[in-house]
């Protein structure tokens, strides 16, 4: 499947099929921000603050889209935020994959994707935060991030319970999978 999957930055029209994927993400237990009684208004209202952060050059938001059907199925953020002192540093945030095409590799493929844009733009240095022993821990592991540690109880889970979170980062400059000739021939993105 991952063959027949383009990624792309996020447009203003996406905004419902990016709510729909935070609201399956949601129904399915991630701990992204939401609780379970998210509806798919609240899911569009936090995605509609997203793409005017984007508009403002805040972020950078992909999306990953079927070929075939022009579904969205996968989006992650570099959020650009950052203080005035730290110009190479950025944060990755909200990697979500729809679950009915989990584990055909989008993940990958939008982290190798999202790496390429924060390094055309010089931020080098990037940070996430994931759920502890989720299975989106092992992807940055196997992606080259570093574990820097756990802090526990840092969120809830949609139910309420709560969970402990695993940061990472990655140097783009020492060690990245994705090498700059990667990123100029990834024509998957824009």
């Not at 993400?25 to 701990?31: D, I, K, M, P, T």
């Not at 984007?54 to 079927?66: F, H, K, M, P, T």
């Not at 080259?144 to 809830?156: F, R």
């Amino acid at each position: 499947m991952n063959d027949g999957i383009h990624i792309r930055r996020a447009l203003d029209e996406d905004l419902m099929g990016l709510a729909a994927i935070t609201l399956d993400c949601v129904a399915g237990g991630a701990s992204i921000g939401f609780m379970e009684t998210l509806t798919l208004e609240q899911s569009a209202a936090f995605w509609q603050k997203c793409l005017e952060s984007a508009g403002r050059s805040e972020r950078i938001i992909l999306v990953a889209q079927d070929a075939d059907s022009d579904v969205l199925v996968g989006t992650v953020q570099l959020v650009m935020a950052a203080p005035e002192n730290q110009p190479h540093r950025a944060d990755i945030a909200k990697l979500q994959v729809h679950r009915n095409v989990r584990g055909n590799g989008i993940a990958s493929k939008l982290m190798n994707a999202i790496e390429c844009e924060a390094w055309a733009l010089g931020r080098h240095l990037l940070v996430l935060d994931t759920v502890t022993k989720s299975p989106a821990e092992g992807l940055y592991l196997r992606l080259g991030w570093s574990k820097c540690g756990e802090i526990p109880k840092y969120a809830l889970w949609p139910n309420g319970e709560y969970c402990s979170t695993t940061v990472f980062y990655k140097d783009l400059a020492d060690r990245s999978p994705v090498t700059r000739a990667d990123c100029e021939r990834n024509d998957d993105v824009f």
